[in-house]
């Protein structure tokens, strides 16, 4: 199985097949517009822009789950994001991305990877007592932590990289040169 494999919904409610992006790198993230990650959205843009012609799709999945910090319709989170931050890359209709009703997409990718930690400085230690207030064995886990969670996906659709939200943007455009 690979991401290649699965269906998702667009914002609009339509099945939109992975299998469209077979041979292109994926950078699956999903988000929240009323986040203090919020202004990472210009930074995925940027890297989009820089990217998309290389093979970069960037797949935005909108996700309430996290303090309702994605509040809205689908329609609604896409003018912000569009209006505020000049997004073009896809967005997708707004999901869960844990628990029970997360979608199948994000069931295979937390359940290949590992939590590797929030790093070091302030915006860690912050995100590290919220994740422990939301679960006490929150280290040995791959549940989605936070908005902002990003994966890394190459082009044989093999995940080759998760970035929790703390990580560097710069960061993690080296990790996406590296795999186009």
């Known amino acids: 199985m690979n991401a290649f494999d699965f ?15 077979k041979g292109k790198v994926l950078l699956i993230v999903n988000t929240a517009t009323g986040c203090g990650f ?8 940027k890297i989009y822009d820089e990217y998309k ?6 797949l935005d999945f909108p996700c309430n789950q996290f303090a ?23 967005q997708y209709g707004k ?7 997360a979608i199948p997409l994000y069931k295979w990718l937390t359940s290949n990877t590992k939590f590797d ?3 070091s400085g302030p915006k860690a230690l ?9 679960d006490k064995d929150y280290k ?6 936070w908005n902002f969670t990003k994966f890394l996906i190459n082009r044989e659709g093999e995940i080759i990289g998760r970035f929790e939200p703390t990580k560097d943007m710069k960061d993690v455009g080296k990790e996406i040169q590296k795999a186009l």
């Open 95 to 101: 999901i869960d991305v844990n628990g029970e009703n």
């Open 140 to 145: 040995n886990n791959g549940n989605i932590k």
């Open 126 to 134: 912050m995100m590290s007592g919220v994740a422990k207030a939301q």
């Open 117 to 119: 930690g929030f790093g």
């Open 53 to 58: 012609d290389q093979g970069l799709e960037i």
């Open 38 to 45: 919020t202004p990472q959205y210009e930074d995925l843009q």
């Open 7 to 21: 269906v998702v919904k667009d914002r609009k409610g339509q099945d939109v097949s992975l299998s469209d992006f």
């Open 68 to 90: 309702n910090q994605a509040p809205g319709t689908d329609e609604e989170i896409h003018s912000f994001c569009k209006g505020r931050f000049g997004i073009t890359f896809p």
